[in-house]
């Protein structure tokens, strides 16, 4: 079966019928199916319609194909693309990204033969797309592919300058440079009006104050500058070059194509590049935008080789009548995105729309300047090269890359910059992977030799000079800061390790993973390893370290077990363990210091625990306390200015600072259990959660506070198993009072319940856990402080949920008057 057809499934779920073959169908007979589109659709293809139109001709005037060819794309790529594709909200067309390709195909080709290498960049593109390599294309650097597009941007802009000057570009960068004083000198001015003017209502129009800036905003920026030029345009009777478009009749369609085979070769493995490489990377951008939007995400993620294969039905669409080739376009898709398109719908209906311009608005599109649309392609080209992206490679150390893929597509071509940019790269990373520093250092009673870096053969030589740097019989630390050693660093630090410890040296080696030794076992009982992984007396076999044990000093040592009878009940009513999936498959008992709580015997408890804590002390001060000693001088200097608080339950589960992503000074935290504000006045009040909110708000002046609940919640489940009625005799008990409220709003049933997005609670104490915050955050609200604060502006509540199993944050928010939990959404860092 070939790779294109997918196979037939079945579902279980959905038997196949048995009737007999050729006998009528046994339910009523089957209506016409009637096509239903959303009104969301319908208002985001007239606004991409609207941006689609002028861009598609200023691109086809760029690339000096004839000017109905930019429709063709425009039309194909919303219709074909927008059918077949596997991004249902990314919109194909002429692509600005395409410009300088396709004006050099034209220019050493002639446009039958472009045609031609479109249709044939089309049938690599299926391909590829039936070999399902779609995800390979986002294995190129984005230094590489922001650098091709910054190239691009620069080559557009220097050659419509020329045209927004009332001349005629060149054919490269240095021509046209060379060309700008001469033209300069020869500016004309009608079409440098024009041009301004354009110019000026795209940079303005988007900042329209007001609310009739507002209700503008709906129409596009692009559309607005280019109808306006013209209007005043053929208002002040300018004599300027405007759009021809010659009839459909004698339109040039693809021809067979002629040259040399290397260089057609060349031409097409080009075009395939760029255009898959635009598209797919837009695909994968367009999944971000529809993530980031708010309410219940309702559109499918993007099938990125399903995607290439409607890209290269486009192409060989395009190709074949006379049109330029397709791609992904992000303005158009970030259009289509933030005017609310919800299906696939809105990016056919924009071609369609495109299909009905181009045959019935001949006459309206043929008072446009020429002039006009070279200023509305030139900013596009400007807008190519990103500050934003600039900035991103800098902070990733990525800038030459950057620089040489974009310097390459403006001195020599997008091929010949792309090859040097993926050069670079690789020279980059090799560099990276074997530049390794190793640094020795002499402490009172211990050396430390670092190593940072990977540890290959080539720093063999300085590895050796700095271990002998340390005396015979001295205590030395090796940290190890790299993910890859050889087989000859191996060596080197094996055979020095053995020497050392035989003349009656110590020697720890750090920062190794866990069951990786150095040494013999018999060496390691003076070279230890300190990273929390090996202890004497554990084998490498029972080792079940996870990523994350630096957070819970766990240590390999297998404890004791004790019979479920000897367990001790959760004193909050709950079961005493939190059921946690261990390493074998099988359910581990988690406790309330986070440790693993197979429980050990009470004789080993108090050893256990204190050298795990001296352990992770430890640890601390040999890793992070030097990482982290600066700023905390900085803050025992200055004092705390934390800019919220955040109230949480004592839970070990629940890390704030994990949570929040926040470090020593940003957050004033208060933990109790049940995360619980009792109000002002009530009877056996609490006052030191009073006291630390007074500080928080009137002292330390914090601009949020933060009411955090989390699912699983002992003390909600201990709320629902308490008698009403009974007696509080234990501190816990009484404590718990201070909760009722939440279990009196959760039966009153007064309002809607508060809720997650796009489900119910899970269960009773998932709703008591919701209800919990909402109530709190109406305790918080009565305390005098926090009341004046809010009265003044200067302090805004939060109310936050965190699912612990599911690792996610909900925010509270409130609509219509129901309170709903939203799902945060990972950001992009980059941002």
């Not at 067309?93 to 220019?107: E, K, N, W, Y």
């Amino acid at each position: 079966m070939s790779a294109c057809v997918p196979a037939p499934t079945t579902d279980a779920n959905h038997p196949e019928r048995t009737h007999p073959p050729h006998s009528p169908p046994t339910g009523p007979p089957p209506g016409p199916r009637r096509l239903r589109i959303a009104s969301a659709d319908v208002s985001a293809a007239v606004a991409v319609f609207l941006i689609a139109l002028p861009l598609s001709l200023g691109i086809a005037l760029a690339t000096g194909a004839p000017l109905q060819a930019g429709l063709v794309a425009a039309a194909v790529g919303g219709l074909v693309a927008g059918r077949i594709g596997g991004s249902p909200l990314q919109v194909s067309g002429p692509a600005a990204g395409l410009t300088v390709v396709t004006a050099d195909l034209i220019q050493h080709y002639g446009w039958r033969t472009t045609c031609a290498i479109t249709v044939l960049a089309g049938l690599a593109q299926l391909g590829l797309g039936c070999l399902r390599v779609a995800r390979g294309a986002l294995a190129v650097s984005p230094a590489i592919v922001h650098g091709m597009l910054a190239g691009i941007g620069v080559t557009i802009a220097v050659a419509q300058l020329h045209i927004v000057l009332g001349g005629t570009p060149q054919s490269s960068v240095p021509d046209n440079l060379r060309a700008l004083p001469t033209q300069l000198a020869n500016v004309h001015p009608a079409a440098l009006c024009v041009s301004l003017l354009t110019l000026t209502l795209l940079l303005l129009w988007p900042r329209l104050p007001g609310r009739a800036g507002l209700r503008l905003h709906g129409i596009p920026a692009a559309l607005v500058a280019v109808a306006g030029a013209t209007a005043i345009a053929a208002a002040a009777g300018l004599v300027l070059p405007k759009v021809d478009l010659p009839s459909w009749r004698n339109h040039a369609l693809a021809g067979l194509p002629e040259g040399p085979v290397l260089g057609l070769a060349a031409a097409v493995l080009t075009t395939t590049l760029v255009c898959s490489v635009q598209s797919l990377l837009g695909a994968v951008a367009v999944d971000k935008l529809v993530s980031g939007r708010p309410g219940p995400a309702r559109v499918q993620r993007s099938d990125l080789d399903r995607e290439l294969l409607g890209q290269g039905a486009a192409n060989i669409v395009s190709g074949s009548l006379g049109g330029l080739p397709v791609a992904g376009v992000a303005v158009r898709s970030s259009a289509n995105v933030h005017a609310g398109a919800v299906s696939r719908n809105s990016t056919m209906l924009h071609g369609v729309l495109v299909v009905a311009a181009a045959l019935l608005m001949v006459p309206l599109l043929e008072f446009i300047p020429l002039a006009s649309l070279a200023a509305l392609v030139m900013a596009v080209g400007i807008q190519m090269v990103s500050l934003h992206h600039i900035r991103t490679v800098t902070r990733h150390r990525e800038a030459l890359v950057y620089a040489v893929t974009t310097l390459g597509v403006v001195s020599l071509g997008v091929l010949e910059g792309v090859a040097l940019g993926i050069a670079v790269a690789v020279g980059v990373a090799l560099h990276r992977l074997t530049r390794t520093r190793i640094t020795h250092e002499r402490g009172e009673r211990v050396h430390h030799v670092h190593v940072k870096g990977q540890l290959t053969f080539l720093a063999v030589p300085r590895l050796s000079r700095a271990l002998h740097l340390v005396p015979q019989g001295a205590h030395v630390v090796v940290a190890l800061d790299g993910s890859f050693m050889d087989h000859a660093a191996y060596e080197t630090l094996q055979d020095w390790q053995s020497t050392h410890t035989a003349q009656g040296g110590i020697v720890e080696i750090t920062g190794r993973r866990a069951g990786v030794r150095i040494a013999e076992p018999s060496t390691l009982a003076s070279a230890h390893l300190t990273g929390g992984a090996e202890t004497a007396g554990a084998s490498e076999a029972d080792c079940r370290c996870r990523p994350w044990t630096p957070w819970r000093n766990h240590q390999c040592e297998l404890p004791r077990t004790l019979p479920d009878s000897d367990r001790r009940p959760d004193p909050a009513g709950g079961t005493g363990r939190a059921n946690r999936t261990g390493a074998d498959g099988r359910d581990s008992a988690a406790g309330a210091d986070g440790t693993d709580t197979a429980k050990t015997a009470e004789p080993d408890r108090e050893s256990v625990g204190g050298s795990q804590l001296v352990r992770g002390i430890g640890t601390f001060q040999r890793y992070t306390a030097p990482l982290v000693r600066g700023e905390l001088a900085r803050l025992a200097r200055e004092g705390q200015r934390p800019a919220q608080l955040f109230l949480t339950c004592a839970d070990s589960r629940v890390v704030t600072s994990m949570i929040t992503s926040s470090g020593p000074g940003d957050l004033f935290v208060v933990r109790n259990v049940g995360n619980l504000v009792p109000p002002p006045g009530a009877e056996s009040g609490d006052e030191s959660v009073a006291a630390a909110i007074e500080y928080a708000v009137e002292v330390l002046a914090v601009r949020s506070i933060t009411v955090c609940g989390h699912s699983g919640c002992g003390a909600m489940q201990a709320l629902l198993d308490t008698d009403p009625g009974g007696a509080a005799r234990t501190p816990l008990r009484r404590w718990l009072r201070h909760g009722r409220p939440s279990l009196e709003r959760m039966g009153a049933g007064s309002g809607r319940a508060p809720r997650l997005t796009g489900r119910t609670p899970a269960d009773a104490v998932e709703r008591l856990c919701l209800t919990n915050v909402v109530q709190q955050l109406e305790h918080l609200r009565a305390h005098d402080s926090v009341a004046r604060a809010l009265k003044d502006g200067a302090l805004e509540l939060h109310g936050l949920y965190f699912h612990v199993g599911e690792a996610q944050a909900y925010l509270l928010t409130e609509r219509d008057g129901e309170a709903v939990f939203d799902r945060v959404r990972a950001v992009d860092l980059a941002v």
